[in-house]
């Protein structure tokens, strides 16, 4: 027996959550059975557990796009009995049993050796957030933004994302512009390695088409008029990565600052990213991440419901880490 949280929906549609006793052959397919050890909560998932946003595809559903543990069984040739694994994303906790339980079953080609000098409760601190933030601070690097192309602003910084962007981007050599609607976590952030902070208001009303040039390189995980309004401030041949919709789907801009100033801008999917570049980005982040300095909140899996309510009101600052084993 292990608990799991499992999302189900109800004959009138609205959907219920409950942490339940689960058995093994209750489990998925998969070649590949862990013992969690470690899990998060992230944007994602909070949502799929308020049902503020439509994450589930099929119910019941174990949430949860993020864990690590030990492999229990294995019937496939890259994984042992004893191994320490993580995985991220592929469709896990909305398509396919997650991460909040004891016990996960999944393919094997969606898990990711834990990096040599990290446990599995450190690559959960970071989770989705800590490898999408090293995806979008390669991806400026990649396309040539270094630290004498000039300043990189990244929003939501008091965020999983946000916070652990700042912190490596500011390790790299960048002056960092944090935005936040925190002013209360300014110090917090100025420890990250943030030069400015920027208050989230003044990114939040329309614009204009094209601003005064200020950010060679952005991070973003708001979306909507942020987003925009960051457009419209980069220097000409600036690069935008945008990895989030915290704010909102919709992208109210003109075409101005890609024709006019050749900026471009970035998508940045964690999901479906192929393997090989997972890999490498938890290497990097292995040798680039402090982690004293990351502010992790911990939690059981009973708390996780509240919890999501929570981070979705802007209550939770830095990492939420899920603990599974007792």
């Known amino acids: 027996m292990f608990d799991a949280v499992?999302?189900?929906?109800?004959?009138?549609?609205?959907?219920?959550?409950?942490?339940?006793?689960?058995?093994?052959?209750?489990?998925?397919?998969?070649d590949v059975t862990v013992r969690v050890e470690w899990s998060t909560l992230n944007y994602k998932d909070a949502l799929a557990l308020t049902g503020r946003g439509a994450i589930v595809r099929q119910f019941p559903m174990v949430p949860g796009v993020d864990f690590a543990g030990c492999v229990e069984q294995s019937s496939c040739a890259s994984f042992a009995v004893g191994d320490r694994v993580l995985l991220n994303g592929w469709g896990v906790g909305e398509r396919h049993w997650g991460g909040l339980a004891e016990k996960a079953r999944v393919k094997s080609e969606w898990l990711t050796p834990v990096p040599a000098g990290m446990t599995t409760?450190?690559?959960?601190?970071?989770?989705?957030?800590?490898?999408?933030?090293?995806?979008?601070?390669?991806?400026l690097r990649e396309?040539?933004?270094?630290?004498?192309?000039?300043?990189?602003?990244?929003?939501?910084?008091?965020?999983?994302?946000g916070s652990l962007a700042v912190m490596l981007l500011a390790?790299?050599?960048?002056?960092?512009?944090?935005?936040?609607?925190?002013?209360?976590?300014?110090?917090?952030?100025?420890?990250?390695?943030?030069?400015?902070?920027l208050p989230r208001a003044s990114l939040s009303q329309?614009?204009?088409?094209?601003?005064?040039?200020?950010?060679?390189?952005?991070?973003?995980?708001?979306?909507?008029?942020?987003l925009a309004n960051i457009c419209a401030s980069m220097v000409y041949g600036g690069v935008v990565t945008a990895c989030g919709l915290a704010s909102s789907m919709e992208f109210p801009a003109t075409v101005a600052p890609f024709i006019l100033r050749g900026v471009s801008l970035i998508g940045i999917d964690s999901v479906m990213c192929p393997?090989?570049?997972?890999?490498?980005?938890?290497?990097?982040?292995?040798?680039?991440?402090?982690?004293?300095?990351?502010?992790?909140?911990?939690?059981?899996?009973?708390?996780?419901?509240?919890?999501?309510?929570d981070l979705l009101d802007g209550k939770i600052s830095g990492r939420v880490l899920v603990r599974l084993q007792r």
Do not use: N
């Open 6 to 30: 499992v999302i189900e929906k109800e004959g009138s549609g609205q959907q219920s959550v409950a942490v339940r006793a689960m058995t093994d052959d209750m489990l998925p397919e998969g």
């Open 121 to 139: 409760r450190q690559t959960m601190e970071l989770g989705t957030a800590g490898y999408t933030a090293m995806l979008c601070v390669e991806a």
């Open 143 to 161: 396309r040539g933004v270094t630290p004498e192309s000039g300043p990189v602003v990244v929003t939501g910084a008091t965020g999983g994302v």
């Open 171 to 197: 390790g790299r050599g960048y002056h960092v512009v944090a935005v936040t609607g925190r002013a209360e976590e300014s110090d917090w952030l100025k420890t990250l390695g943030a030069a400015e902070i």
């Open 206 to 226: 329309p614009g204009r088409p094209l601003e005064k040039a200020r950010w060679a390189g952005a991070v973003d995980v708001a979306g909507g008029q942020v």
């Open 275 to 309: 393997q090989e570049r997972r890999e490498k980005m938890w290497t990097l982040l292995a040798q680039e991440i402090s982690f004293e300095k990351i502010m992790v909140t911990e939690i059981s899996l009973d708390e996780a419901v509240s919890a999501a309510a």
